[in-house]
C-alpha cells in the first residue's frame, strides 16, 4: 500500500506556491497514505515553508485526519439522533468487545478501524453502521458478528 | 485624546489603546492570565472581562479598544463575579501542589487565586488534586520541563516561540478538551527545531513549563535578582540573574530592554552556570618545581613584578607582551593597557579581537573613518533588505537572528551569502552558497551587476564619497560569467541578489567572521563598504554595515586602546599630537612605536625577540590558528603570567596564574556591537580569594614601581572619558537604564544612534571612500592529497574555547563532543556515516572527531567548530595572516578526511 516519496514531490509540485493550498496538499498526502505520515509532512513543511508545527495544528484540529496508519477496513457506527435512540450505542459496545479496541482506535492485527460519525443520512435504516462505506442497516447487536466474519473471510481468500 | 468614564471617574486617555492598557496607565489593575504585550495578545483567559454600559457582553479589556464616551466598571459584583468563574474553570485541572512547586511566588495563577480565595475549583476533579508524572516530548531533554497539568492553555508560550524565539516548534494541538500544547507529531522537543531560548518558559504564567536546571534549587522568595549584561556573545542582551542562598547563580530572565527586547538565547538562559563551578580558581599559583603551586597574594605580585622587571631590564620594554581581553570589562581593558603603556613601557598591548574583527577595524577606519557597526539594532526593524554574508547569524547572535526574522515578517526581504546552508540562509529569500575566500570576487560581481542596472546611487557617490571611478574601471573585469566560475554560484542568484539590494529603499548588511578571518580580510571588509557606499546605504536608517562583534566587549577592548598601534578611541600611538596629549595624561614617557599583534606573540617568542607576556583572560593556546606552534612559542618565553577564572589551556603553562572574579560578579562596563555601552552589575558575590581583573592589574603595577589607584570601575570609567574624545559624556551615572552608544562627546550629548548620519563620514575630508579591490584567491588551496576545504566557526550551544560553557552541565550535556560535518554527497563517496569517527588532516596536524552527515556545507566542504580541547580545530587552522589586520585565514584551510572506524 505504501506508495513511493516520488509521489509526494508531485503533490507538492502540485500546489507548491498556491495560497491556502495546505490542506489540499494534506489531503493527497493521506489519500496516498491513508495518514499523514510525518516525513511527508516534513516535506511539504519543507517546500511550502510552512512549519511542521503549523502543519501538525490543522491535521490535528480536522477530525479527517489521521496521524496512524488505519486499519484495512474502516468500520462507522453512526451516533447520530435517530440512531442513537435505536440503540446504536449497544451497537457500538458489541463491535468494542467483539475488535477489543476504543472508539477512533486500530484492532491489534490491523485489521479493522473503528469510527464513530454522526448521521449518515439514513436515518430510516436506524440504527446504521458502514463498513468500507458499505451500509448495513437496521443492525441488530446479534448480527454483527456475522457480519465481521464476512470481512476476515475475504480476508483469507 | 478621548474622554472616557472608568469607575465613575472621567479620564482623557490617547485613542487606539485598549482598555487594559488605558487602565494600566492610570494605574487601575486588570488582572490577566494570557495577555503578554507584543507577545501573545489573542484573549483566551476571560481574566480581564469588565463591564461597559450598553454592551450585551462583559468585553475583555485585553482586546477592546477604548472608544470616546465610553463608560467602564472594572469593580463591580457582576465583573468579580464573572471573573472568579473563570478562573474557577481554568483551575479545574491544576493540581494543588504549590508547596513543592518550583513556579511558586512567581506564578501568575497562584496570585489569582489567592487574591479570590479559591481554595478549591468547584469544578475540581479529585483525581487531579495532586501532580502525577506523565510523559510528554520534553521529558529528554536537559533544558526544559513540562508538567501538562498545570497548563492553562493561555497559549503564551506557543505565541512566545513564534513571536520571540522565530523558531515555531510547539504547537497547539487537537480541539476541545483534548487541547493541548504539543509538539508537532509529538517528536521529543530536541528533533523539533528548538533552539531551547526558554522564552517559552519565561512566558508562562504557571509552573507548566520551567527551567529544568532551576529545579529544587530554592523558591523565587529566596532568590535575589539582580540586572546586569549577557557574557557571551556581542549583542549585549541584559539579563535579570538570580543568585540562591548559597550565593549560586540558578536562573536567568531576559530584560525588555532596547537591545534585546526581551529575549536570550540558550547560552544567556542557561549558560551562567559555570560561575558556580567548583573549578573556580582561587588561589593565585606559582610554578615551583615544574608543577603550579597554590601562593599567596603577596608572594604571586612580587615574583611577577620580580620577573617582569628583571626582563624589561635586560631586554628593553619591548621584549614583554602585554594581553587584554574582550571578555573583560572597558574598565578592565583600559587599566591594562594603561600598565602596558605607562607601567611596562611598551605598545606591545593587544586582545582576541585580533582574532575576529581586526579586518572590521581596519576596513571600516579606511573606507568610513569609524571601524564600529554604523547603526543600531532597533534600526534592523527599518530595513527593507537584510544582506547578510559570512554570518550564520541565528547561532553566533542569536537574538540578532530572532530580529532579523521578525523583520522578515514584516515584509523585509533576507539575502544571505554563505558556504553552508545554515539556519538563517533556510530562512532567506535568497541564497548564493559562494566558496570560502571568494567573497571579493561575489561583492564585485553584485557591484557590476547594480552598476549594469543603474541602481548605484549617483548623487550619494558624487557628495559624499571619492574613488568611485576607480573602483568602476576595476568592476569591468567582473562579469557575471568570471565570477560566477570563482565562486561558485549561478549567475542568475547574483544578478538577482544585485537587484534585491541596489533596488531597495534602506538595505543594511550583516557579516561576521566569514568576512573577516582570511588573508583577504580587510579586502573583504573594504569591499563590503564598497557596496554600502555605492547603493547610499549609510548613514540613515534601517542600512549601513553590521559588523556583529562575537564577544560580549570586543567592541569595548579596541574602544579602550587595547590594541597595539593606538590608544583609547583609536587614537593612533604614532601620531606625536597624541602621544603628548596622553603623556600628558599619564604623567610618563610614552613609546612612539606600534607594538606586536597577538598573532606576532608566539612567533617572535619562538625567535626569542619576546621573552615575557602577561595575559588577562586570554586563551592563545586553544583559540590561535596553528595553535601547536603558538605553544612552542609561548613554552618558549622566560616569564608567562595569566590571570583567569578557570586553569584554561593557557594557564596551564603560566609561571604565575592569578584568580579573577568572572564578569556576572563584576562592576563595570561592556560596549555592545553598536556601540552601546552598558553597566555590568554583580549578580553574585566572587569567590573568596579572588579578585577583579582592574584590581590584580593596579596591584601588579603598584609592586612593579607604578602606582595606579582606583576606588573602582566607575573612577576608571571618569578617566576614560577624558582620554577618550568620543566617550567624554559617558559616565556610570548616566548608563543606568539603556546606556550610551559612542560616539557621546560632552555630558549633554545623548549617544548616537547612527554613524555617518547625511553621509559625513568620520575621515579626515568627510568622504567616504572607494577601494578598488582585487579577487584573491585564499591563502591554501586543495590538492590530491587535501581535497577538502575546512572551514571553522561557532555552534549554538558552545562559547569560544569552551571554558565556560562546557561547565555548564545542561549545555555539555546536550552537545558533549565536537564535530565535523560533511556534505552527504562527499560523506556517501568516501564511505562515512554519521557518527563515524573520521581523522581530519591539514598540512599542520590532523584530529579525530565525529562525523556529522548534513546538508549544511556546500560539497567539497566540511566544518568543525573550535569549543572542544579533545578535538580542536585550531590544530589544522591556516596561521596565514591577513597583510593589514594580521588576523588569521580560520576560514580556509585545504584538508584530507579519513574514516577510522564507525
Same mark, same amino acid.
Given at each position: 500500500?505504501?506508495?513511493?516519496?516520488?509521489?509526494?514531490?508531485?503533490?507538492?509540485?502540485?500546489?507548491?506556491?498556491?495560497?491556502?493550498?495546505?490542506?489540499?496538499?494534506?489531503?493527497?498526502?493521506?489519500?496516498?497514505?491513508?495518514?499523514?505520515?510525518?516525513?511527508?509532512?516534513?516535506?511539504?513543511?519543507?517546500?511550502?515553508?510552512?512549519?511542521?508545527?503549523?502543519?501538525?495544528?490543522?491535521?490535528?484540529?480536522?477530525?479527517?485526519?489521521?496521524?496512524?496508519?488505519?486499519?484495512?477496513?474502516?468500520?462507522?457506527?453512526?451516533?447520530?439522533?435517530?440512531?442513537?435512540?435505536?440503540?446504536?450505542?449497544?451497537?457500538?459496545?458489541?463491535?468494542?468487545?467483539?475488535?477489543?479496541?476504543?472508539?477512533?482506535?486500530?484492532?491489534?492485527?490491523?485489521?479493522?478501524?473503528?469510527?464513530?460519525?454522526?448521521?449518515?443520512?439514513?436515518?430510516?435504516?436506524?440504527?446504521?453502521?458502514?463498513?468500507?462505506?458499505?451500509?448495513?442497516?437496521?443492525?441488530?447487536?446479534?448480527?454483527?458478528?456475522?457480519?465481521?466474519?464476512?470481512?476476515?473471510?475475504?480476508?483469507?481468500? | 485624546?478621548?474622554?472616557?468614564?472608568?469607575?465613575?471617574?472621567?479620564?482623557?486617555?490617547?485613542?487606539?489603546?485598549?482598555?487594559?492598557?488605558?487602565?494600566?496607565?492610570?494605574?487601575?489593575?486588570?488582572?490577566?492570565?494570557?495577555?503578554?504585550?507584543?507577545?501573545?495578545?489573542?484573549?483566551?483567559?476571560?481574566?480581564?472581562?469588565?463591564?461597559?454600559?450598553?454592551?450585551?457582553?462583559?468585553?475583555?479589556?485585553?482586546?477592546?479598544?477604548?472608544?470616546?464616551?465610553?463608560?467602564?466598571?472594572?469593580?463591580?459584583?457582576?465583573?468579580?463575579?464573572?471573573?472568579?468563574?473563570?478562573?474557577?474553570?481554568?483551575?479545574?485541572?491544576?493540581?494543588?501542589?504549590? +508547596?513543592?512547586?518550583?513556579? &511558586?511566588?512567581?506564578?501568575?495563577?497562584?496570585?489569582?487565586?489567592?487574591?479570590?480565595?479559591?481554595?478549591?475549583?468547584?469544578?475540581?476533579?479529585?483525581?487531579?488534586?495532586?501532580?502525577?508524572? %506523565?510523559?510528554?516530548?520534553?521529558?529528554?531533554?536537559?533544558?526544559?520541563?513540562?508538567?501538562?497539568?498545570?497548563?492553562?492553555?493561555?497559549?503564551?508560550?506557543?505565541?512566545?516561540?513564534?513571536?520571540?524565539?522565530?523558531?515555531?516548534?510547539?504547537?497547539?494541538?487537537?480541539?476541545?478538551?483534548?487541547?493541548?500544547?504539543?509538539?508537532?507529531?509529538?517528536?521529543?522537543? !530536541?528533533?523539533?527545531?528548538?533552539?531551547?531560548?526558554?522564552?517559552?518558559?519565561?512566558?508562562?504564567?504557571?509552573?507548566?513549563?520551567?527551567?529544568?536546571? *532551576?529545579?529544587?534549587?530554592?523558591?523565587?522568595?529566596?532568590?535575589?535578582?539582580?540586572?546586569?549584561?549577557?557574557?557571551?556573545?556581542?549583542? @549585549?542582551?541584559?539579563?535579570?540573574?538570580?543568585?540562591?542562598?548559597?550565593?549560586?547563580?540558578?536562573?536567568?530572565?531576559?530584560?525588555?530592554?532596547?537591545?534585546?527586547?526581551? *529575549?536570550?538565547?540558550?547560552?544567556?538562559?542557561?549558560?551562567?552556570?559555570?560561575?558556580?563551578?567548583?573549578?573556580?580558581?582561587?588561589?593565585?599559583?606559582?610554578?615551583?618545581? @615544574?608543577?603550579?603551586?597554590?601562593?599567596?597574594?603577596?608572594?604571586?605580585?612580587?615574583?611577577?613584578?620580580?620577573?617582569?622587571?628583571?626582563?624589561?631590564?635586560?631586554?628593553?620594554?619591548?621584549?614583554?607582551?602585554?594581553?587584554?581581553?574582550?571578555?573583560?570589562?572597558?574598565?578592565?581593558?583600559?587599566?591594562?593597557?594603561?600598565?602596558?603603556?605607562?607601567?611596562?613601557?611598551?605598545?606591545?598591548?593587544?586582545?582576541?579581537?585580533?582574532?575576529?574583527?581586526?579586518?572590521?577595524?581596519?576596513?571600516?577606519?579606511?573606507?568610513?573613518?569609524?571601524?564600529?557597526?554604523?547603526?543600531?539594532? !532597533? &534600526?534592523?526593524?527599518?530595513?527593507?533588505?537584510?544582506?547578510?554574508?559570512?554570518?550564520?547569524?541565528?547561532?553566533?547572535?542569536?537574538?540578532?537572528?530572532?530580529?532579523?526574522?521578525?523583520?522578515?515578517?514584516?515584509?523585509?526581504?533576507?539575502?544571505?551569502?554563505?558556504?553552508?546552508?545554515?539556519?538563517?540562509?533556510?530562512?532567506?529569500?535568497?541564497?548564493?552558497?559562494?566558496?570560502?575566500?571568494?567573497?571579493?570576487?561575489?561583492?564585485?560581481?553584485?557591484?557590476?551587476?547594480?552598476?549594469?542596472?543603474?541602481?548605484?546611487?549617483?548623487?550619494?557617490?558624487?557628495?559624499?564619497?571619492?574613488?568611485?571611478?576607480?573602483?568602476?574601471?576595476?568592476?569591468?573585469?567582473?562579469?557575471?560569467?568570471?565570477?560566477?566560475?570563482?565562486?561558485?554560484?549561478?549567475?542568475?542568484?547574483?544578478?538577482?541578489?544585485?537587484?534585491?539590494?541596489? @533596488?531597495?529603499?534602506?538595505?543594511?548588511?550583516?557579516?561576521?567572521?566569514?568576512?573577516?578571518?582570511?588573508?583577504?580580510?580587510?579586502?573583504?571588509?573594504?569591499?563590503?563598504?564598497?557596496?554600502?557606499?555605492?547603493?547610499?546605504?549609510?548613514?540613515?536608517?534601517?542600512?549601513?554595515?553590521?559588523?556583529?562583534?562575537?564577544?560580549?566587549?570586543?567592541?569595548?577592548?579596541?574602544?579602550?586602546?587595547?590594541?597595539?598601534?593606538?590608544?583609547? @578611541?583609536?587614537?593612533?600611538?604614532?601620531?606625536?599630537? %597624541?602621544?603628548?596629549?596622553?603623556?600628558?595624561?599619564?604623567? $610618563?614617557?610614552?613609546?612612539?612605536?606600534?607594538?606586536?599583534?597577538?598573532? !606576532?606573540?608566539?612567533?617572535?617568542?619562538?625567535?626569542?625577540?619576546?621573552?615575557?607576556?602577561?595575559?588577562?583572560?586570554?586563551?592563545?593556546? +586553544?583559540?590561535?590558528?596553528?595553535?601547536?606552534?603558538? *605553544?612552542?612559542?609561548?613554552?618558549?618565553?622566560?616569564?608567562?603570567?595569566?590571570?583567569?577564572?578557570?586553569?584554561?589551556?593557557?594557564?596551564?603553562?603560566?609561571?604565575?596564574?592569578?584568580?579573577?572574579?568572572?564578569?556576572?560578579?563584576?562592576?563595570?562596563?561592556?560596549?555592545?556591537?553598536?556601540?552601546?555601552?552598558?553597566?555590568?552589575?554583580?549578580?553574585?558575590?566572587?569567590?573568596?580569594?579572588?579578585?577583579?581583573?582592574?584590581?590584580?592589574?593596579?596591584?601588579?603595577?603598584?609592586?612593579?614601581?607604578?602606582?595606579?589607584?582606583?576606588?573602582?570601575?566607575?573612577?576608571?570609567?571618569?578617566?576614560?572619558?577624558?582620554?577618550?574624545?568620543? +566617550?567624554?559624556?559617558?559616565?556610570?551615572? *548616566?548608563?543606568?537604564?539603556?546606556?550610551?552608544?559612542?560616539?557621546?562627546?560632552?555630558?549633554?550629548?545623548?549617544?548616537?544612534?547612527?554613524?555617518?548620519?547625511?553621509?559625513?563620514?568620520?575621515?579626515?575630508?568627510?568622504?567616504?571612500?572607494?577601494? $578598488?579591490?582585487?579577487?584573491?584567491?585564499?591563502?591554501?588551496?586543495? &590538492?590530491?592529497?587535501?581535497?577538502?576545504?575546512?572551514?571553522?566557526?561557532?555552534?549554538?550551544?558552545?562559547?569560544?574555547?569552551?571554558?565556560?560553557?562546557?561547565?555548564?552541565?545542561?549545555?555539555?550535556?546536550?552537545?558533549?563532543?565536537?564535530?565535523?560535518?560533511?556534505?552527504?554527497?562527499?560523506?556517501?563517496?568516501?564511505?562515512?556515516?554519521?557518527? &563515524?569517527?573520521?581523522?581530519?588532516?591539514?598540512?599542520?596536524?590532523?584530529?579525530?572527531?565525529? $562525523?556529522?552527515?548534513?546538508?549544511?556545507?556546500?560539497?567539497?566542504?566540511?566544518?568543525?567548530?573550535?569549543?572542544?580541547?579533545?578535538?580542536?580545530?585550531?590544530?589544522?587552522?591556516?596561521?596565514?595572516?591577513?597583510?593589514?589586520?594580521?588576523?588569521?585565514?580560520?576560514?580556509?584551510?585545504?584538508?584530507?578526511?579519513?574514516?577510522?572506524?564507525?
Amino acid at each position: 500500500m505504501k506508495k513511493e516519496i516520488g509521489n509526494v514531490e508531485i503533490i507538492i509540485e502540485k500546489w507548491k506556491g498556491i495560497k491556502g493550498s495546505l490542506i489540499m496538499a494534506l489531503h493527497e498526502l493521506q489519500h496516498l497514505y491513508g495518514y499523514v505520515p510525518q516525513k511527508g509532512a516534513q516535506q511539504i513543511s519543507t517546500a511550502f515553508k510552512i512549519p511542521l508545527s503549523q502543519i501538525f495544528e490543522v491535521i490535528t484540529f480536522y477530525n479527517l485526519f489521521k496521524l496512524k496508519e488505519p486499519g484495512k477496513h474502516t468500520i462507522a457506527v453512526c451516533l447520530g439522533t435517530a440512531c442513537y435512540l435505536k440503540g446504536a450505542p449497544d451497537i457500538l459496545n458489541e463491535l468494542k468487545v467483539l475488535l477489543k479496541v476504543e472508539e477512533g482506535g486500530t484492532t491489534k492485527d490491523g485489521q479493522f478501524n473503528l469510527d464513530v460519525v454522526r448521521c449518515l443520512g439514513c436515518c430510516g435504516l436506524a440504527p446504521v453502521m458502514t463498513i468500507d462505506g458499505e451500509i448495513y442497516g437496521k443492525v441488530k447487536k446479534n448480527e454483527i458478528k456475522d457480519i465481521l466474519a464476512k470481512y476476515k473471510k475475504k480476508e483469507q481468500k | 485624546m478621548i474622554n472616557i468614564k472608568i469607575d465613575g471617574t472621567d479620564y482623557q486617555v490617547e485613542e487606539g489603546l485598549t482598555i487594559a492598557e488605558a487602565c494600566a496607565g492610570l494605574g487601575i489593575n486588570i488582572p490577566t492570565l494570557c495577555h503578554l504585550k507584543d507577545v501573545s495578545q489573542d484573549a483566551y483567559c476571560g481574566i480581564c472581562v469588565v463591564e461597559m454600559k450598553n454592551a450585551r457582553i462583559l468585553p475583555r479589556a485585553c482586546i477592546t479598544k477604548v472608544a470616546p464616551g465610553m463608560e467602564i466598571q472594572t469593580k463591580t459584583q457582576l465583573v468579580q463575579e464573572t471573573r472568579r468563574m473563570n478562573l474557577e474553570l481554568i483551575l479545574a485541572n491544576h493540581p494543588l501542589d504549590c +508547596m513543592t512547586c518550583d513556579k &511558586d511566588g512567581e506564578c501568575a495563577l497562584q496570585d489569582l487565586a489567592y487574591q479570590f480565595g479559591i481554595k478549591r475549583s468547584i469544578f475540581l476533579n479529585d483525581e487531579n488534586v495532586f501532580a502525577k508524572e %506523565v510523559k510528554t516530548p520534553w521529558d529528554t531533554n536537559p533544558f526544559i520541563k513540562k508538567e501538562p497539568a498545570k497548563c492553562i492553555m493561555c497559549k503564551r508560550c506557543v505565541d512566545a516561540c513564534a513571536n520571540q524565539a522565530r523558531v515555531e516548534a510547539i504547537c497547539v494541538a487537537n480541539r476541545g478538551v483534548k487541547t493541548e500544547i504539543a509538539t508537532p507529531f509529538g517528536q521529543p522537543l !530536541e528533533e523539533t527545531t528548538c533552539l531551547f531560548c526558554a522564552e517559552c518558559v519565561q512566558a508562562c504564567p504557571t509552573g507548566a513549563l520551567i527551567e529544568r536546571t *532551576r529545579i529544587g534549587k530554592g523558591k523565587f522568595k529566596d532568590l535575589t535578582p539582580t540586572d546586569t549584561i549577557c557574557a557571551y556573545c556581542g549583542v @549585549g542582551c541584559n539579563l535579570k540573574l538570580f543568585k540562591d542562598k548559597n550565593n549560586q547563580l540558578v536562573m536567568a530572565r531576559a530584560i525588555n530592554s532596547k537591545v534585546n527586547r526581551g *529575549r536570550a538565547c540558550v547560552k544567556g538562559r542557561y549558560g551562567y552556570e559555570y560561575v558556580n563551578s567548583p573549578d573556580r580558581l582561587t588561589t593565585p599559583l606559582i610554578r615551583r618545581e @615544574g608543577k603550579l603551586r597554590k601562593a599567596t597574594w603577596a608572594e604571586a605580585l612580587a615574583y611577577t613584578a620580580e620577573r617582569l622587571k628583571e626582563i624589561k631590564d635586560k631586554y628593553g620594554p619591548d621584549s614583554i607582551g602585554v594581553l587584554g581581553s574582550s571578555r573583560c570589562t572597558n574598565e578592565d581593558n583600559y587599566v591594562i593597557q594603561k600598565f602596558a603603556r605607562v607601567g611596562i613601557g611598551t605598545n606591545n598591548i593587544d586582545n582576541c579581537a585580533r582574532l575576529c574583527h581586526s579586518s572590521t577595524v581596519a576596513g571600516l577606519n579606511l573606507a568610513l573613518g569609524a571601524g564600529a557597526a554604523t547603526n543600531s539594532l !532597533e &534600526d534592523i526593524f527599518d530595513s527593507d533588505v537584510m544582506f547578510i554574508i559570512g554570518s550564520n547569524t541565528t547561532e553566533t547572535h542569536p537574538v540578532i537572528g530572532k530580529f532579523i526574522k521578525e523583520n522578515q515578517k514584516n515584509g523585509a526581504k533576507i539575502i544571505v551569502c554563505d558556504p553552508r546552508y545554515v539556519d538563517i540562509a533556510k530562512a532567506a529569500d535568497l541564497y548564493l552558497p559562494h566558496t570560502p575566500g571568494t567573497d571579493v570576487a561575489l561583492l564585485n560581481g553584485i557591484m557590476r551587476q547594480i552598476l549594469e542596472h543603474k541602481l548605484e546611487q549617483g548623487d550619494f557617490i558624487a557628495a559624499h564619497t571619492e574613488g568611485f571611478e576607480e573602483l568602476k574601471k576595476l568592476l569591468a573585469d567582473y562579469d557575471l560569467e568570471k565570477v560566477s566560475q570563482i565562486t561558485g554560484v549561478e549567475p542568475e542568484l547574483i544578478k538577482r541578489a544585485a537587484l534585491l539590494y541596489g @533596488g531597495a529603499k534602506s538595505a543594511m548588511i550583516f557579516y561576521t567572521m566569514g568576512i573577516t578571518q582570511h588573508t583577504t580580510g580587510v579586502d573583504n571588509v573594504l569591499s563590503i563598504a564598497n557596496l554600502a557606499l555605492i547603493t547610499g546605504n549609510l548613514g540613515k536608517r534601517g542600512a549601513g554595515i553590521m559588523a556583529l562583534r562575537g564577544q560580549a566587549n570586543v567592541q569595548g577592548s579596541c574602544d579602550m586602546g587595547a590594541l597595539p598601534n593606538v590608544y583609547p @578611541g583609536y587614537q593612533k600611538v604614532d601620531d606625536p599630537a %597624541v602621544k603628548e596629549k596622553f603623556e600628558k595624561a599619564w604623567g $610618563a614617557r610614552l613609546s612612539a612605536k606600534a607594538g606586536l599583534t597577538v598573532t !606576532e606573540f608566539s612567533t617572535q617568542a619562538k625567535e626569542g625577540k619576546l621573552k615575557a607576556v602577561y595575559s588577562m583572560g586570554e586563551n592563545p593556546l +586553544m583559540t590561535e590558528a596553528d595553535v601547536k606552534h603558538v *605553544r612552542e612559542g609561548f613554552e618558549k618565553l622566560e616569564f608567562f603570567a595569566t590571570q583567569d577564572i578557570f586553569l584554561s589551556e593557557t594557564a596551564e603553562i603560566a609561571d604565575v596564574v592569578f584568580p579573577a572574579a568572572a564578569a556576572y560578579e563584576k562592576d563595570g562596563t561592556f560596549t555592545n556591537t553598536e556601540r552601546r555601552v552598558q553597566l555590568l552589575r554583580p549578580a553574585k558575590d566572587k569567590p573568596q580569594g579572588t579578585k577583579y581583573d582592574w584590581e590584580i592589574v593596579c596591584e601588579l603595577a603598584k609592586v612593579f614601581g607604578y602606582s595606579m589607584n582606583y576606588s573602582g570601575p566607575a573612577e576608571i570609567m571618569d578617566e576614560i572619558a577624558k582620554v577618550t574624545p568620543s +566617550m567624554g559624556g559617558i559616565s556610570f551615572k *548616566r548608563l543606568a537604564g539603556d546606556g550610551l552608544q559612542w560616539p557621546c562627546p560632552t555630558t549633554d550629548h545623548p549617544g548616537t544612534v547612527i554613524l555617518h548620519e547625511g553621509g559625513s563620514f568620520k575621515r579626515p575630508n568627510g568622504k567616504g571612500k572607494f577601494h $578598488a579591490v582585487v579577487y584573491k584567491p585564499a591563502n591554501e588551496l586543495t &590538492d590530491k592529497e587535501y581535497p577538502f576545504i575546512l572551514t571553522s566557526g561557532r555552534i549554538l550551544f558552545h562559547y569560544h574555547s569552551g571554558n565556560e560553557t562546557r561547565r555548564v552541565k545542561a549545555i555539555d550535556k546536550f552537545v558533549p563532543r565536537n564535530y565535523v560535518e560533511i556534505n552527504p554527497e562527499d560523506a556517501t563517496r568516501l564511505g562515512i556515516g554519521d557518527k &563515524d569517527m573520521v581523522k581530519v588532516s591539514t598540512r599542520r596536524g590532523s584530529i579525530e572527531v565525529e $562525523a556529522r552527515i548534513s546538508d549544511r556545507p556546500k560539497r567539497g566542504l566540511v566544518f568543525i567548530s573550535f569549543h572542544f580541547r579533545e578535538a580542536n580545530v585550531n590544530l589544522l587552522t591556516n596561521p596565514a595572516l591577513d597583510p593589514i589586520s594580521k588576523i588569521p585565514e580560520y576560514k580556509v584551510a585545504a584538508c584530507g578526511l579519513e574514516k577510522i572506524w564507525n
